[in-house]
C-alpha cells in the first residue's frame, strides 16, 4: 500500500509550509511595519505640503501636484500592504488543506 508513503510525503509538505510559513510571517510582519510607517509618514507629508504651499503662497495647480504625488504613492503602499495579507492567508489554507489529507 502507498498509505505510509503518502502520509510521510504530506507530512513533510506540512513541515516545510510550517517552516516557510514561520519565515514569511516575519517578513511580512516586518514589511508591514515599514508599510505602515510609511503611510504614516506619508499623511503627515500631505498635510506639510498642503501647509508649505499655503505659507509660500504656491499656486493651487502646483499644491495639487505634489498633493496627487504624494496620494498615489499613498495608494500604492496600501495595495502592497493588502497584497502581503492576502498572501499569508493562501499559506495557511494550503497547510489547513494538507492537513485535511493526512
Same mark, same amino acid.
Given at each position: 500500500?502507498?498509505?505510509?508513503?503518502?502520509?510521510?510525503?504530506?507530512?513533510?509538505?506540512?513541515?516545510?509550509?510550517?517552516?516557510?510559513?514561520?519565515?514569511?510571517?516575519? %517578513?511580512?510582519?516586518?514589511?508591514?511595519?515599514?508599510?505602515?510607517?510609511?503611510?504614516?509618514?506619508?499623511?503627515? *507629508?500631505?498635510?506639510?505640503?498642503?501647509?508649505? %504651499?499655503?505659507?509660500?503662497?504656491?499656486?493651487?495647480?502646483?499644491?495639487?501636484?505634489?498633493?496627487?504625488?504624494?496620494?498615489?504613492?499613498?495608494?500604492?503602499?496600501?495595495?502592497?500592504?493588502?497584497?502581503?495579507?492576502?498572501? *499569508?492567508?493562501?499559506?495557511?489554507?494550503?497547510?489547513?488543506?494538507?492537513?485535511?489529507?493526512?
Amino acid at each position: 500500500s502507498d498509505e505510509p508513503l503518502r502520509r510521510d510525503v504530506l507530512h513533510y509538505i506540512y513541515e516545510q509550509t510550517s517552516n516557510v510559513h514561520q519565515h514569511s510571517e516575519e %517578513c511580512t510582519a516586518a514589511i508591514m511595519q515599514c508599510l505602515t510607517q510609511l503611510l504614516n509618514a506619508l499623511e503627515i *507629508g500631505m498635510h506639510a505640503v498642503t501647509r508649505y %504651499c499655503s505659507d509660500n503662497e504656491m499656486s493651487a495647480a502646483e499644491e495639487a501636484h505634489l498633493v496627487e504625488n504624494l496620494s498615489e504613492t499613498k495608494s500604492s503602499a496600501r495595495f502592497i500592504q493588502q497584497r502581503y495579507e492576502q498572501d *499569508g492567508n493562501e499559506l495557511d489554507s494550503i497547510q489547513t488543506y494538507s492537513m485535511l489529507l493526512t
